[in-house]
């Protein structure tokens, strides 16, 4: 009887789980779908779900108007450069905090927390009128650097979850052994706390791709990421759903595929420590 | 393998790929910031003629319209040189122009042909006379109706409506049962979508956004009949959510049937009768906006141009360009290529005297349209200002995006007209307080 209760209750749970998850991915979905219709198809009253004549040629129409292949290759080198940069910089700041607090360390870390807090707009100027000065607009380099600094808060408080999660003790053995602090941290602490890492790493990775403010703002024809390209198919004046469906399914596509691929790193280190 | 072995595998050779096209690829010559619409994409589509005859590489940056004008507007005033060449409007044209922030266009050759533009458009893209952005199309707005329905109705449009005309026909064409709703207009909130369909109205019904000290009107009777004569016809035989309805939302409506009439942007008539994206493409009917037998026309005037920022390196590259872009010999290219409908409108004289494009069903209809708005004189009572759907004030596009959100939400029901009205009036006279105008 138990068992019975326990089977029926697993497959409501499944069953709503299954539902918030086809809801939550539900506007993809629909971006995907209305990728391969007509613009009039795009359009139609009512939605057209499965049953339309499918076609590739907004694929192809992207494709020939775009350099997808360079707004892809900056998606990667800022995305991916920022991350890195982000975690060599967070990793050790983390560990400190972690295990060597001082009396100001949560202060820090909410002072940290509270610059995520201003509205980006409010300092585009500042940074803007810095690129200039410094010659970096439209360059990658610059977007990196801007993009680490942004989410190196979120890196950082992540970290120092998790380093909050892996026992001083060992750390102090590893000393007693003979470990400098660059050992330690490289060989011990480190491996430790691969998994979060790996979801620090991977998060800040989708938050670095999908950002569109300052990709958008310090961007021309150079180093502009795919949240440009993107916005380049959006018209207040003409309906090409079908066209910016397309595009976005391309800028979401590496992205998603990334995601399914690393879904254990990102679960497991989202839930690193949760149970103990 | 599995199939998660096979996707990383092409996930990266895909970005190693991609890496390498992109190696492959050139330095450009100039960059050019645009708005995503049709003319504009056809025109990148024939970057390379100009290329292979000048030598002249261009790199185009293309974005929606509200990030352009924010990334433009960022970009020059803080000199940031991103770009040699912006598609800007009559709105930012000669605000910028009397900055000293463009390039004066008022060395073109004698083969361009600068005395072919329409007056009204040099008009509107010159500052004290001289020509700061080339129009690369120009538009005003008209009616556009469902001749079978008009017909069913037992209504025949005149060529020149009135608002009375059009609210009666409206009602006539409205059934609901069918989902078809006699008129569809903007309702949203921006200066430019909205905004701009409200102000243009109010300009027919004698209504202004200032005197000519800069006092606000709203509290006029002519901005309240104007206001409440749109809400009053749009629930009456209006879409439902027309509060939030733009360009694109309406476009949609009228091409799938839905719409008896559509009071827009001209260009929107090669949109409504393409049969490939129309479901009503052979039974559009043309009519000038609709007036109050005031003078003037609820049309608006409007032309997307090319400006070269000054400071720009590449300037006579630049210039090159857009003499190439905005001449009689590209209309040709791409009568040629594509057909006379296809051509960009409402910028050049001899367009509408080729007996080709007379042949256009809308041609003479959008230069009517255009001929009848007056930049200089928007108004039946004077201003203090020069446009016709917006005051080219650089405090204009905060103002009236605030305005018309007092608007949406009048339309929605949220609050009534007065209160809109009222709460319109202290926005402009607190803003232009403290702009410095009172």
Not at chain 2, 76 to 89: A, C, L, P, V, Y
Not at chain 2, 380 to 406: H, M
Request: glycine fraction near 8%; aromatic fraction near 12%; proline fraction near 5%.
């Amino acid at each position: 009887m138990a068992r019975s209760v326990t089977t029926q209750r697993k497959t409501i749970n499944t069953t709503i789980a299954w539902i918030i998850g086809l809801l939550i991915f539900f506007p993809i979905l629909w971006t995907i779908l209305t990728s391969f219709k007509t613009e009039a198809q795009a359009i139609n009253d009512p939605p057209l779900f499965l049953f339309f004549d499918w076609t590739t040629e907004n694929y192809a129409t992207v494709m020939e108007r775009s350099n997808y292949a360079r707004f892809l290759w900056n998606s990667i080198v800022i995305a991916g450069g920022s991350t890195l940069l982000g975690i060599i910089i967070a990793v050790p700041a983390a560990w400190s905090m972690a295990f060597v607090p001082s009396k100001r360390t949560k202060d820090i870390l909410l002072w940290m927390l509270s610059t995520k807090m201003l509205p980006a707009v409010g300092v585009l100027y500042p940074i803007y009128l810095l690129c200039i000065r410094l010659g970096v607009l439209d360059n990658r380099v610059a977007l990196v650097i801007i993009l680490m600094l942004i989410n190196l808060p979120i890196i950082v408080w992540m970290l120092y979850t998790y380093f909050r999660e892996i026992p001083g003790e060992i750390l102090e053995a590893a000393r007693m052994d003979g470990a400098t602090l660059k050992e330690e941290i490289l060989y011990v602490l480190t491996p430790m706390a691969i998994p979060g890492i790996a979801s620090t790493l991977l998060l800040n990775f989708i938050l670095a791709w999908n950002e569109a403010f300052w990709t958008l703002n310090l961007t021309a024809a150079q180093a502009a990421p795919l949240t440009a390209f993107i916005a380049s198919y959006s018209s207040p004046e003409g309906l090409f759903y079908a066209k910016l469906s397309a595009a976005s399914t391309m800028a979401i596509a590496p992205i998603l595929i990334l995601g399914w691929f690393s879904q254990k790193q990102l679960v497991r280190g989202l839930t690193f420590g949760a149970v103990k | 393998m599995s199939l998660k072995s096979t996707l990383g595998a092409a996930t990266a050779l895909g970005l190693i790929a991609a890496s390498s096209a992109y190696a492959d690829s050139h330095s450009p010559s100039i960059t050019i910031a645009t708005v995503n619409n049709g003319d504009m994409i056809r025109m990148q589509g024939y970057t390379d003629t100009f290329t292979e005859a000048t030598g002249i590489a261009v790199e185009w940056v293309t974005l929606e319209e509200n990030v352009l004008r924010q990334r433009v507007t960022t970009d020059i005033t803080t000199k940031g040189g991103q770009f040699d060449i912006m598609t800007i409007g009559m709105y930012e044209t000669p605000i910028w122009g009397a900055q000293g922030w463009l390039v004066p266009l008022d060395d073109l050759s004698a083969e361009y042909d600068a005395g072919d533009i329409l007056p009204a458009m040099a008009g509107g893209l010159s500052h004290d006379g001289t020509l700061y952005a080339a129009p690369f199309y120009g538009e005003s707005s008209m009616i556009m109706y469902r001749t079978d329905l008009m017909e069913k109705a037992g209504l025949e449009m005149p060529e020149a409506p009135t608002w009375d005309f059009i609210a009666e026909a409206a009602a006539a064409m409205t059934d609901r049962d069918n989902e078809i709703n006699g008129i569809c207009l903007r309702g949203k909130a921006g200066w430019g979508e909205g905004g701009a369909l409200i102000t243009a109205m109010a300009n027919s019904f004698g209504a202004r956004w200032f005197d000519e000290d800069w006092n606000a009107q709203f509290d006029t009777e002519a901005w309240a009949n104007t206001v409440n004569f749109y809400k009053n016809m749009m629930d009456a035989s209006g879409p439902a959510g027309y509060a939030t309805n733009g360009f694109n939302e309406n476009l949609s409506l009228f091409q799938q049937g839905k719409c008896g009439m559509w009071i827009d942007a001209t260009v929107a008539a090669s949109f409504v009768t393409n049969a490939n994206d129309s479901t009503v493409a052979d039974s559009v009917g043309f009519a000038l906006a609709p007036d109050n037998g005031l003078g003037k026309r609820a049309n608006w005037l409007w032309a997307w141009a090319l400006a070269i920022p000054a400071g720009t390196q590449q300037e006579a590259e630049a210039k090159q360009f857009i003499e190439w872009a905005t001449s009689k010999s590209y209309i040709e290219l791409v009568a040629e290529k594509e057909g006379w409908a296809n051509v960009p409108p409402g910028a050049r004289k001899s367009l509408y005297e080729n007996p080709e494009y007379q042949k256009v069903p809308f041609a003479q209809m959008t230069l009517d349209s255009i001929l009848s708005a007056d930049p200089e004189n928007p108004t039946v009572d004077p201003v203090p200002y020069v446009g016709v759907q917006f005051a080219a004030i650089p405090e204009f596009a905060g103002i009236a995006t605030e305005v018309s959100q007092e608007f949406s939400a009048a339309y929605a029901g949220q609050q009534s007209v007065e209160d809109a009205l009222a709460k319109a009036q202290d926005i402009t006279n607190e803003a232009m307080e403290a702009a410095g105008y009172r």
